[in-house]
DNA sequence: TAGATTGTTAATCGATTAACAATC
DNA sequence: TAGATTGTTAATCGATTAACAATC
């Protein structure tokens, strides 16, 4: 199975498989099934087992399932967590430097390699070994590091104009953290990521 | 139309109109129509017409659209943003810190009353007027509040036992930000904010 | 009027779920 | 062996897209 035909929903999931798979890993446990996957995450057994085909290179035993040390390999391999992404990071409020801060991100093949922002009270200062750049400094920085993702932390207002200079300077991923639709060109990959429509979803359901 | 019958989807898109709307209404414009915001968010035209008359009250016009300003208040009521619900928040580490210090929740209907902690060194400091309080009073100030909302911002080890310790605190939605599934009866609503999926998400695309 | 937009009904598409034979 | 689990094929479900008559 190539990873070509992942559906984004499977890919949402495929994280959430992990950490449960190193979490019974920690506990002991060396082997594991689909139809125990399903109990324990609340999903269906037929798109479990689905979903562990797609990421699995061999594979499973009928009545004993999988190697969780295997399973969780080739769950690393499919994510690429292997494989380290470097980022630059615009806007270094607090979820900007919240994000800055995260240690985790190495475990997810991410790396932030510059932060930037215009306020001069923030432009020097440290956030995880990393020293806040002034945003002019942007495009020389980009030269060197080539990062191909973007991080944008800034306001609804900022983010357009900071969209485009990073697809400028070369980045072709967005990962997009402020509440506007951005508009950059076909080949650039935009990831919207809105706490309002999450939480739109929870007021939803809270209300019936 | 009544919003029973929002799909998950649907409700994801919702705040990208609202944001888009607000937009255009500060830049003068009156009327707006399907093709137009399909155009603009890069959606399908169809999608954008069922869309608004989800949450439209009263028809749009043929060839003129609908009101900015009668759509916009249409939306909140929809999203039900004039309606403040309570949340308490339980975690203030950088993320949670960022989320605590966020001033535009109540754009979205959404109060936070209470934050917790139990890192002495956090404990009695102050983020955006609420003071960081010790882990032990969550459920005497819960018992005041009966906050509908817990958001879980510790880490995945302490999450299970925050995530109890909040339903039996009388709390009905738990906004997770920790990478766990959460184990929780069946009439709570767990919304699992989850940036590993999003970044893989990113990730896989960027690689093809 | 002509034509853009509306709302709605039908067709398509894709993901989830169910069913089942094969396996250890 | 019996039975749980596997992978796979078929059925179902729901959302998106296309088509079209009605409207101003």
Redesign the pocket.
Same mark, same amino acid.
């Given at each position: 199975m190539s990873k070509e035909n992942a #559906? &984004?929903? /499977?890919l949402l999931r495929m994280p959430t498989y992990l950490y449960h798979l190193k979490m019974l890993k920690e506990s002991g446990v060396e082997y594991?099934? !689909?139809? $125990?996957l399903a109990r324990e995450l609340d +999903?269906? =057994?037929? +798109?479990v &087992? &689905?979903d +562990? !085909?797609l990421v #699995?290179l061999d /594979? *499973? $035993?009928? @009545? =004993? *399932? @999988?190697s969780i040390d295997v399973l969780i390999t080739d769950m690393i391999a499919f994510l690429e967590y292997d494989q380290i992404t470097e980022a630059v990071l615009i806007g270094c409020g607090s979820l900007g430097s919240a994000l800055a801060d995260y240690q985790g991100w190495s475990n997810f093949g991410l790396k932030i390699v510059a932060i930037f922002d215009n306020d001069m009270k923030l432009i020097g200062t440290k956030i995880n070994n990393l020293t806040v750049l002034p945003l002019e400094r942007l495009e020389e920085i980009q030269a060197i590091y080539h990062a191909p993702i973007g991080i944008i932390t800034v306001s609804k207002q900022a983010a357009q104009i900071i969209a485009e200079r990073l697809v400028k300077a070369g980045c072709r991923a967005l990962w997009n953290f402020a509440p506007v639709h951005l508009r950059v060109p076909k080949r650039i990959i935009v990831q919207d990521e809105s706490m309002a429509s999450s939480l739109a979803i929870l007021n939803h359901r809270l209300r019936q």
């Open positions: #559906s &984004k929903n /499977q594991v099934t !689909a139809p $125990k +999903l269906n =057994v037929e +798109l &087992k &689905k +562990l !085909a #699995s /594979q *499973g $035993k009928p @009545r =004993v *399932g @999988r």
